[in-house]
Each structure stands twice: as C-alpha cells, then as structure tokens.
C-alpha cells in the first residue's frame, strides 16, 4: 500500500473494516471505530455483556494485519510477570535470561481485565503508556505497531476489581458492541453453521502498512479553530454540575489524534468538526466520573458528552 493523506477516493483503512466485518456481523460502526484506534495508536477497552463478539473483534483485527496476537486471560491469582515476563536463571551460562511475557504482540488482548488485582492491573500501564516493559531495572521495547484491547463485563461485579481511573484513561476509547438484530443473529449462526469465518480470514495489510497509516494519520491538517474546539470540548466536562472529574488534556489529545485518523478513513487529508462529533463519546466519556446525584438520576457520561457537543459552538469554515 503506497497512501498519502489527500489521495481521491483512497482510504488505508476500507479493505480493513471490510475484512472484519466478514466475521463481524452488523457492527461496521463499532469496526471503524476500533481502526481508528488502531491509526491513532491507542488502545480500545471492550465493555459489554458475554458472548457479544469482544474476543472475536480483537483476533479478527489481529488476523487483518498479519501481526502477531496473544491473549492474556485476567484472573485474581495473575501475576505481573505473567504479564511483562521474568529473568530466569540459565545453569549453563550461569547468568539470568529474561523471557518475554505475552505483552511481546502487536495486538493484545487482554480479557476480562477486571478480574485481575490491581497490582496486575497496573503492569499493563508501563506497557500501554510508553511501549515498553522494565524488567530487573532493564528496558524492553514492545513491537510495532502495539495495541491493547481489553475487555471487561460491566453487569457482573463479583470478584472483579474496578479499572481505576488512572487505567481507565490510557485507553483511547470505549466501546460498546450491543446486541445484534434477530436478522444479524441468524446470519451470525448461518455464517458459522460449518466453520468460524475467523479461521479462513487473510490479512489484507502488514505491520508496515499500519505503521505508514499511523504517520499519514499525523500528516492530517487540523485547523486552530478545530484545536480550539476540542479544547473548549474537554474543558466544559471539567465544570459540568454533574461531573466529580472531567476529561484530563490526555482525552484532548486523544480527541485530536482520532479526528485525524477519522479523517484519514473518510480519504481526507484535513479534519473537520464532525470527524471530532463522531469519536467524542467513545473517546471521552470512560474518563468522566458522575456525581452521585447524576447517578441516582440515571444520566450517563455518553448523554453529558453529547449535551456538552450541542453547547460549545462549533468553529466555522
């Protein structure tokens, strides 16, 4: 793939989406969505109910790019070296060998993080933050592209340990996949009646294509006046009556990089108002915290991002 932002009618990231959504029925949105995330170089948190297609997205993206994937089933008796990897002592050279842990992929998927204790937990932050892993006072470097996508069961609470919010906001968003429809549910059934269509998947871009898509991502025009949307976004959580915590400068960031790779899937090379419309809510609403007041009432940070987008004017052309 030869690709530069402004390119007519090209977009890096349309054989990717299409290649997932052979396995994944119905959710094209949810799709894009994540391969932003993955242009943007951030980490996605899956929160839904079991049995939704978590796990199934995150191989299949995996799969599309011909990266290497491991799976990290969080439990309470994981431990960090679990995670990182440990030094183990050789007999033989009579010195200690680090052995890379399962955090060593392109893609990883870490399912029902919160089941892990937070000592666990927070091994993944290091990881996740500067993609790179220390060990006995040694550095490690991770692969590239590095991309998290975590799991986690909002309805079931008994042993779990609640993602604190320092975690919570080093993933670049949240998202939900849902229910299928009845119709996309006997698709799903019909689709894997003789075989799961993840086993017959090909990967339709490397890791270096990925890695070219993430640059061109960077090379996107993004405007003051956009910059200064976002930033007035971000700030008006942080004085919202309904709101203990707003959106930290890392969700403005974020809100800035994922415009761009929005962007840079529409085929544009300049970002605009609505590319920051359709990635604020999966981008900022896990890093709010709602009074207890607004919980007793049922709002929901999604609704307060969308109210705080119809009130901060938005910048003309």
């Known amino acids: 793939m030869s690709w530069a932002p402004g390119d007519p009618g090209q977009s890096p990231g349309e054989p990717l989406i299409r290649n997932v959504a052979k396995v994944i029925v119905g959710k094209d949105k949810e799709i894009a969505l994540v391969v932003t995330a993955l242009f943007s170089g951030g980490h996605v948190l899956m929160e839904d109910v079991p049995g939704v297609g978590k ?46 842990g399962p955090i060593f992929a392109n893609v990883v998927l870490a399912d029902e993080i919160n089941r892990a204790n937070p000592r666990t937990q927070s091994a993944l932050l290091e990881a996740m933050a500067e993609r790179q892993v220390t060990v006995d006072g040694v550095t490690h470097k991770l692969a590239e592209p590095f991309m998290v996508v975590a799991t986690q069961n909002p309805v079931e609470q008994q042993g779990t340990y609640p993602l604190p919010e320092a975690q919570l906001d080093r993933f670049l968003m949240r998202i939900s996949l849902g229910y299928p429809t009845m119709a996309e549910e006997a698709e799903i059934v019909e689709r894997q009646a003789l075989a799961h ?10 890791t270096a294509q990925v890695l070219e898509a993430q640059k061109a991502v960077r090379a996107v025009t993004v405007k ?7 930033a007035a976004v971000c700030a008006a959580t942080r004085n919202h009556a309904d709101l203990v915590l707003g959106a930290s400068p890392r969700a403005t960031l974020g809100l800035y990089r994922c415009a761009q790779a929005k962007a840079i899937l529409e085929g544009r090379n300049y970002a605009t108002p609505d590319d920051v419309k359709a990635v604020a809510v999966p981008v900022m609403a896990h890093r709010l915290m709602l009074t207890h007041q607004a919980r007793f009432s049922n709002r929901t940070a999604e609704q307060i991002v969308r109210e705080v987008l119809n009130q901060v004017p938005v910048p003309q052309a």
Do not use: C, H, W
Request: aromatic content about 8%.
């Open 55 to 100: 796990t199934v997205l995150a191989r299949s993206l995996s799969a599309s790019i011909g990266g290497t994937t491991n799976r990290i089933q969080f439990t309470p008796d994981l431990l960090p070296s679990d995670v990182t990897g440990l030094s183990i002592y050789n007999q033989l050279t009579q010195k200690f060998e680090y052995k890379p």
């Open 197 to 206: 269509p993840l086993d017959a998947l090909a990967s339709v871009m490397t």
């Open 224 to 230: 003051p006046g956009l910059t200064r949307y976002m």
